[in-house]
């Protein structure tokens, strides 16, 4: 029987894959090019990237989205307005996840991309999602909000591409691979341009130590 695709899903999974491409010295792709730098081969270096991707600052963070929108959905007590006053609250152990990025200092132009497709796979057959709604009110209401705009903090990649992968059905725990499949090229290419130039020295960072934190003296009794 012939399966057909639908061409919105086609669209947004394959722009899913471009937009997770990597994209200069991120966490993950520098990870393989230092390992390659020691002539480690690419299954190595590769794997070495998955395991940078997968924590959840860097590739896991799309399903750190999905588990906070979830969280905000199942309590009824929690508001937009709650959410952001605890994100702001430096002493409040709530994280807004899926704001800010290390180079993007304004809107992540890939997020804007992902909203638009986690809207059209949405609606396609009249489906919704509750998170959706949840993401779009939260983001609304933080490019409203002083303290959000002061510190450049718009969503990024992960805020929408979870929605998507969500709605597409994938399991949160293959978000990352996923991630990944979109970021594979680039990593190769990376470790494939050091592994043929004959002038690659191994990665070695220098630091600059420069001693503990202060701390009050406590007598030895005391300890």
């Not at 020691?38 to 399903?63: C, E, K």
């Not at 949405?122 to 933080?142: F, Q, T, V, Y």
Request: proline share 6%.
């Amino acid at each position: 029987e012939e399966t057909k695709v639908d061409p919105v899903v086609s669209r947004a999974l394959n722009a899913l894959l471009i937009l997770h491409a990597d994209h200069g010295q991120n966490c993950s792709t520098a990870t393989v090019r230092f390992v390659g730098s020691s002539r480690a081969n690419m299954f190595g270096s590769v794997a070495a990237g998955m395991n940078a991707l997968w924590g959840p600052l860097h590739g896991g963070a799309n399903q750190a989205v999905i588990e906070m929108l979830q969280a905000i959905h199942d309590d009824p007590d929690a508001t937009i307005e709650s959410t952001l006053a605890n994100a702001k609250d430096k002493d409040h152990p709530f994280r807004l996840m899926g704001f800010g990025h290390r180079v993007y200092k304004n809107y992540d132009p890939r997020a804007r991309i992902l909203a638009q497709h986690a809207h059209d796979v949405l609606e396609r057959e009249g489906l919704g999602d509750p998170l959706l709604d949840i993401a779009r009110n939260l983001e609304a209401a933080a490019r409203e909000d002083d303290y959000f705009v002061e510190r450049n903090l718009y969503p990024n990649v992960d805020f929408y591409s979870g929605l998507i992968f969500r709605a597409l059905g994938f399991p949160m725990r293959m978000f990352t691979v996923l991630f990944a499949i979109g970021r594979l090229p680039g990593w190769i290419a990376n470790w494939k341009e050091m592994a043929e130039d004959p002038t690659t020295r191994i990665a070695r960072p220098r630091q600059v130590y420069v001693g503990e934190t202060p701390r009050d003296f406590v007598p030895v009794s005391d300890r």
